[in-house]
């Protein structure tokens, strides 16, 4: 069974500096799919951004890239010039192959920005 | 409208006491997911149906049954609640298209 783990519970930055959130996973699939997911106080699950593993170019959304390493089983991700709207729980998440198929997830890393 | 709507937002109920989380989409996906959230632990996969007539055991089914009454609508029941599923509970919906995921706003169940 695939599994990923976050091994930073929070993470505290301040405003307009850069933080990078870990996340490894374990798969012995070769097609597959890894996300990061922000969640605020609203509860909502935002898509912040995805890499297809097949892909050797780090994805980039904005202010927010991930260094993707695949024969190390690690995919972390950068937020940039950080904003208070940043501070949300964040999930490393990973989908095998298909489309549609199952999410499997992180246990989260709280962000905390300060002012 | 939500495109994934799910009731109620919140809910307290009593330990053995049956409970039922509604969830409707008006994404027009045919896959639909429950999961649980719990701190430190992430998202955990209950149940998902692929269709209709496909319903699949997740990670963590003990305890809980689904009802998938249409395309639309797959709701989540505690047949007897303990207080061990206190939780924020999801729906979510995706299709094979890969037009994404789209999560409901959650419930937050607490048994007491």
């Known amino acids: 069974a695939q599994t990923v783990t976050q091994s930073q519970p929070e993470m505290s930055v301040q405003e307009a500096e850069t933080v990078t959130l870990s996340c490894t996973y374990d798969?012995?699939?070769?097609?597959?799919?890894l996300f990061w997911y922000k969640q605020p106080p609203s509860r909502q699950m935002i898509l912040v951004i995805r890499?297809?593993?097949?892909?050797?170019q780090n994805a980039t959304e904005n202010r927010f890239s991930v260094n993707f390493q695949k024969a190390a089983k690690s995919f972390s991700l950068k937020i940039s010039d950080s904003q208070l709207g940043d501070a949300a729980m964040y999930f490393c998440?990973?989908?095998?192959?298909?489309?549609?198929?199952?999410?499997?997830f992180g246990g989260g890393t709280r962000v905390l920005v300060k002012p | 409208d939500a495109d994934v709507t799910q009731t109620p937002r919140n809910r307290i109920t009593k330990t053995g006491k049956r409970i039922m989380l509604e969830c409707s989409q008006t994404?027009?996906?045919?896959?639909m997911y429950w999961y649980r959230q719990d701190p430190g632990l992430g998202l955990r996969l209950i149940y998902y149906?692929?269709?209709?007539?496909?319903?699949n055991k997740g990670e963590i089914s003990d305890g809980y049954s689904v009802s998938r009454q249409a395309q639309a609508k797959f709701s989540l029941s505690l047949e007897s609640a303990i207080p061990n599923q206190t939780a924020l509970y999801f729906c979510?919906?995706?299709?094979?298209?890969?037009?994404?995921?789209?999560f409901g706003s959650g419930t937050r169940l607490t048994v007491v």
């Open positions: 979510a919906t995706s299709d094979y298209r890969d037009s994404g995921y789209t």
């Open positions: 798969t012995s699939e070769s097609d597959y799919y």
């Open positions: 890499q297809e593993a097949y892909k050797q």
């Open positions: 998440a990973y989908r095998r192959g298909a489309a549609g198929n199952k999410l499997t």
């Open positions: 994404k027009g996906h045919d896959r």
């Open positions: 149906s692929f269709d209709v007539k496909d319903i």
